[in-house]
T-cell receptor, first 115, second 114 residues
Framework: DVKVTQSSRYLVKRTGEKVFLECVQDMDHENMFWYRQDPGLGLRLIYFSYDVKMKEKGDIPEGYSVSREKKERFSLILESASTNQTSMYLC??????????????FGEGSWLTVV | QQQVKQSPQSLIVQKGGISIINCAYENTAFDYFPWYQQFPGKGPALLIAIRPDVSEKKEGRFTISFNKSAKQFSLHIMDSQPGDSATYFCAASMSSGTASKLTFGTGTRLQVTL
């Protein structure tokens, strides 16, 4: 079974703090993604990575950065957390491929509250 | 702009009834249309998917109907059960130069009552 693990399920951070959300996958997938889920807005793509050290912006990258130093690990960084970044963050991975049709596997999510 | 529009936002169906969720897309380059199911406290998981070269795909009680000319697709859940209560997301993707990624609808919260 594919496993995407998000180490922190619930976090409470203060405005202005630097926040790291960590994600690890165990299926040797090339592609990894960070989505944000908000009620009424669905899932929106923040950043994705198709290889180690490679990254591309998604639809809502402002206020976020990412790091992928190892194939299995993809980190989301909030440089200076703000209250409008309170949300659930979902990490996902998929096998190599730029051709559509690969199943994307999600972690269980990290609930972040910024106060 | 929202490339995949999903309705309704919420749906209540009696046990044994048919649940229908609709989605519409704009970008004709999309060539893969999955549905994801999400239970509370869990991440979304692939439920069923279709490509635009077929008009219907059925897996057990779940059926996707696809209308390429109208750029619409829908999920039908036959004989809905309380265990089907979850949030459902339609999505679309296209082949890309780097990684194929999903664009999601806004989600439908389904409640199946006894």
């Amino acid at each position: 079974d594919v496993k995407v693990t998000q180490s922190s399920r619930y976090l409470v951070k203060r405005t202005g703090e630097k926040v790291f959300l960590e994600c690890v996958q165990d299926m040797d997938h090339e592609n990894m993604f960070w989505y944000r889920q908000d009620p009424g807005l669905g899932l929106r793509l923040i950043y994705f990575s198709y290889d180690v050290k490679m990254k591309e912006k998604g639809d809502i990258p402002e206020g976020y950065s990412v790091s992928r130093e190892k194939k299995e690990r993809f980190s989301l960084i909030l440089e200076s957390a703000s209250t409008n970044q309170t949300s659930m963050y979902l990490c996902a991975s998929s096998p190599h491929g730029w051709i559509s049709g690969n199943t994307i596997y999600f972690g269980e999510g990290s609930w972040l509250t910024v106060v | 702009q929202q490339q995949v529009k999903q309705s309704p936002q919420s749906l209540i169906v009696q046990k044994g009834g048919i649940s229908i969720i609709n989605c519409a897309y704009e970008n004709t380059a999309f060539d893969y249309f999955p549905w994801y199911q999400q239970f509370p406290g869990k991440g979304p998981a692939l439920l069923i998917a279709i490509r635009p070269d077929v008009s219907e795909k059925k897996e057990g009680r779940f059926t996707i109907s696809f209308n390429k000319s109208a750029k619409q697709f829908s999920l039908h859940i036959m004989d809905s059960q309380p265990g089907d209560s979850a949030t459902y997301f339609c999505a679309a993707s296209m082949s890309s130069g780097t990684a194929s990624k999903l664009t999601f609808g806004t989600g439908t919260r389904l409640q199946v009552t006894l």
